[in-house]
């Protein structure tokens, strides 16, 4: 079982930038792909980056490119999410994700684990 959990969250002014960790505990968590999804209220929970196990090739979300980047850190077994240039409508409840698997991919459903959620908050 891989536990994970979110910190960074916050309120903060459009413009602004956030980081929003995922500490992963478990078994082999290391060795699986990672993902950040969004969920803000009265809405679908978006895909917004995610990770191969080994740290390469991520991807994003059209609406976070250039804007946000995913990393990882695998001696600490955590993954990252560095959020520049904030907007109000990335106000949402961020949530980390992992799958026992090389390769991150967009559907949430195709992920095991889930941490429990941090929120970010960008006022105008």
């Known amino acids: 079982q891989v536990r994970l959990v979110e910190s960074g969250g916050g309120l903060v002014q459009a413009g602004s930038s956030l980081r929003l960790s995922c500490a992963a505990s478990?078994?082999?968590?290391?060795?699986?792909?990672m993902a950040w999804f969004r969920q803000a209220p009265g809405k679908e929970r978006d895909f917004v980056a995610g990770?191969?196990?080994?740290?390469?090739?991520?991807v994003y979300a059209d609406f976070v490119k250039d804007r946000f980047t995913i990393s990882r850190d695998n001696v600490k077994n955590t993954v990252y999410l560095q959020m520049n240039s904030l907007k109000p409508n990335d106000t949402a409840e961020y949530y980390c994700?992992?799958?026992?698997?090389?390769?991150?991919?967009?559907?949430?459903?195709?992920?095991?684990?889930w941490g429990q959620g941090t929120q970010v908050t960008v006022s105008s």
């Open positions: 994700a992992s799958r026992p698997f090389a390769m991150a991919t967009i559907q949430d459903n195709l992920y095991d684990f």
């Open positions: 478990g078994p082999s968590s290391s060795r699986y792909a």
């Open positions: 990770i191969n196990r080994s740290g390469s090739t991520p």
